[in-house]
């Protein structure tokens, strides 16, 4: 029997903090879990973007096996997945310095998260590290020759980029140099926002009291729940306009539970904010309860991670040293056997 190849599927997190919050897991994690059946599917924990963020290197250590951890306690599996850490296959750096040739100094400019971070950190502190990142970022996708790039709505920019580039690099060099990838973008997930400021984004380096984590203990779940900002009206309704803190709320019930958000409006008709968020915190509770529980124990036991992340290297090399390969030859380099 003919059997077609499957699409591939790329996509990575950055190791930036002691745990994912619900926003990657929304966002992006869950995806990645759902894409496994029916896509090949490669996840990196991408350490080099952290480190435009010079993190300690202690912390950057044990922040890159919580990381992964935490993947293949949500459901990546590693029997069935590529599961790797950046900068453990060469390729992402070498294929970056060949994509930084043909990127415009004034296209990477107009990147909205690089403005907005540099914006933060004040002209002296801007690395050219963080200028390059969706860059490298586009490298990432580029040398698994991924279709199709599961992410939160914050990465759209960036996959656009590296549709640009690949896209110039076939013009260029011919067609068949770049696989051009496509953003998957869940809607109703693609913005889980803080739950203190519901007009910015869940994020690992906000206020902590705005974030769920997944490792967080269920005391605090609740706490912060119960302590969301919500709008001072008392009527449970739909409106991410003029009710975006509750609206969150309801999106990150209607995703963990299944019950679509109109379901839910019906079922607290009457009732106060207050049913809702108490009965939300238990929903996130049970929810991020067996993921704690998993994280934990592949944290002790140190040799599987290990065996799972050296297997997972010896397989993204085998795809990234052969796509690589492929592309700096059509630049004219002159690419030696591995
Ligand atoms: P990072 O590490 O900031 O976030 C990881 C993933 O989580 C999604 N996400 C969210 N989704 C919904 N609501 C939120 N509040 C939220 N916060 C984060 C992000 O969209 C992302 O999918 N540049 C990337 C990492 C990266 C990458 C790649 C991704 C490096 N190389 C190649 C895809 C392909 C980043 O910083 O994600």
């Known amino acids: 029997m003919f059997c077609m190849p499957r699409l591939r599927a790329f996509s990575g997190i950055q190791p930036t903090a002691d745990s ?69 296959v060469p390729q992402h750096s070498q294929l970056t310095w060949l994509l930084n040739c043909v990127t415009g100094f004034g296209e990477a400019s107009r990147m909205t998260q690089f403005k907005d971070k540099a914006a933060k950190i004040g002209e002296q502190g801007v690395t050219v590290g963080l200028f390059d990142y969706p860059v490298l ?11 199709v790039v599961p992410v939160g709505e914050d990465q759209r920019q960036h996959i656009e980029l590296s549709r640009t580039l690949a896209n110039r690099l076939n013009a260029r060099f ?23 400021e519901p007009n910015a984004k869940m994020s690992k380096t906000g206020h902590p009291a705005g974030i769920i984590e997944l490792l967080d203990d269920p005391k605090t779940i609740t706490k912060r729940i119960k302590s969301a900002v919500t709008d001072s009206g008392t009527e449970v309704a739909w409106d991410p306009v003029a009710k975006p803190g509750l609206a969150n709320l309801l999106a990150i019930y209607s995703a963990l539970t299944g019950q679509p958000v109109q379901t839910l409006v019906e079922q607290y008709q009457g009732k106060l904010y207050g049913h809702l968020k108490a009965d939300l915190a238990e929903v996130v509770v049970e929810a991020l309860r067996p993921i704690r529980r998993r994280t934990a124990d592949l944290l002790d036991d140190p040799s599987e991670l290990d065996r799972i992340l050296d297997q997972g290297k010896d397989k993204a090399r085998g795809i990234a040293q052969g796509v690589y390969g492929r592309i700096a030859e059509r630049f004219g ?4 056997e591995a």
């Not at 096996?65 to 990546?76: K, N």
Request: hydrophobic share 45%; proline share 4%; charged share 20%.
């Open 137 to 147: 970022m586009a490298a990432d996708i580029l040398a698994y020759d991924a279709h």
């Open 333 to 336: 380099l002159a690419v030696q």
């Open 20 to 88: 994912l919050h619900l926003g990657n897991y929304l966002g992006a994690l869950r995806q990645w879990i759902d894409l496994q059946s029916s896509y090949d599917c490669v996840y990196s924990v991408v350490d080099l973007h952290a480190l435009t963020v010079t993190p300690d290197p202690e912390a950057l250590r044990r922040r890159v096996r919580v990381t992964a951890a935490q993947f293949l306690a949500a459901g990546v599996d590693p029997d069935q997945s590529v599961l790797f850490v950046q900068s453990q």
């Open 174 to 196: 011919g067609e068949g140099t770049a696989q051009v990838p496509e953003a998957l973008i869940i809607k109703e997930t693609a913005r889980i926002f803080d739950l203190r």
